[in-house]
């Protein structure tokens, strides 16, 4: 009797265990589950990132490198020429009687006579000719491309009177420039642009008309074809003006600084360029041949 007793009590123990450990889970699994993971992760990140990077990169690098070089190299040649002549300028005088006829002029007259490529003997270089004459027998005769120039060097002082004449074959055309400033043999290998200045231009056209062409403007003048025409230009560096006469008629005056193209800054006088151009004053093609003689630049 005791002992089922015993087993009894045993048993009603054992069940009694059993619920124990039943609730114990169930509650061990609310514990897991009501962990209602509190941890409603408010890490809201409020990390709102405010680099808003006001990298405004004001590099107003407005790049204001004004390089004024608005390449005035072409004044520099001219107000470059730091020196003046003036005052050693010994006086021109040639009448082309001293040399001989049928060779190269500036390879047997030497300074101040040259050529635009300073070669003296070479295609550029004009001839004595006794063709012709105004005085003596000899004169100087410029064809197709010969470019003959009368040198004067720096000069931006003082006052000169230039002559000469000139004799244009019948049905021909002649040229010469008178230069404000003439390249140095150093330069001419360089721009003529850049570094000559053209004071102006005279054309003799073939039909016994021409042109003298300053400060942009071309005034015309009639000569005769076949005969010796006197030329002179008084150029005054002190006073900045200069005129051009033709057979005793002034042809046209002007501010001598403004050259040719009437947009110059150069108030010097470098030389005379006596021209073979194949043009007229037109640019229509033309056959230059002409003679000059007497030649002479006087300071006065």
Same mark, same amino acid.
């Given at each position: ?13 054992? +069940? ?8 114990? #889970? ?26 808003? #990077? ?10 204001? !490198? ?6 005035? !190299? ?20 040639? #009448? ?142 002190? +006073? ?53 003689? #007497? ?6």
């Amino acid at each position: 009797m005791t002992t089922w007793r015993t087993f009894a009590l045993l048993l009603a123990l054992t +069940a009694s265990l059993a619920v124990a450990c039943g609730d114990d #889970d169930d509650a061990t699994d609310a514990g897991s589950d009501a962990s209602t993971d509190t941890d409603t992760d408010t890490d809201t990140d409020t990390d709102t990132d405010t680099d808003t #990077d006001t990298d405004t990169d004001t590099d107003t690098d407005t790049d204001t !490198d004004t390089d004024t070089d608005t390449d005035t !190299d072409a004044d520099n040649a001219c107000t470059g020429d730091t020196e003046d002549g003036a005052d050693s300028f010994v006086d021109v005088a040639d #009448d082309i009687e001293g040399y001989d006829a049928g060779v190269a002029m500036a390879e047997q007259a030497g300074d101040p006579w040259t050529t635009w490529s300073y070669t003296p003997g070479g295609a550029n270089d004009a001839t004595v000719s006794d063709a012709q004459a105004t005085s003596g027998v000899n004169s100087i005769y410029v064809d197709d491309n010969n470019d003959l120039v009368l040198s004067l060097g720096v000069l931006a002082s003082g006052s000169y009177q230039i002559d000469f004449n000139v004799f244009v074959e019948a049905g021909n055309n002649g040229y010469f420039n008178i230069l404000q400033r003439f390249w140095t043999e150093d330069e001419s290998s360089g721009d003529a642009q850049t570094y000559c200045f053209w004071g102006t231009e005279v054309y003799f056209d073939p039909d016994a008309t021409g042109i003298v062409r300053a400060n942009a403007v071309d005034t015309p003048f009639t000569y005769t074809q076949d005969a010796w025409t006197a030329v002179s230009a008084l150029i005054d560096l002190e +006073a900045d003006s200069a005129t051009v006469t033709i057979d005793d008629t002034d042809v046209y005056t002007w501010q001598w600084s403004l050259g040719a193209t009437g947009e110059n800054t150069c108030a010097h006088l470098g030389g005379i360029n006596f021209f073979g151009a194949p043009q007229d004053s037109t640019t229509a093609a033309a056959d230059p041949s002409f003679y000059i003689d #007497d030649v002479s630049v006087v300071k006065q």
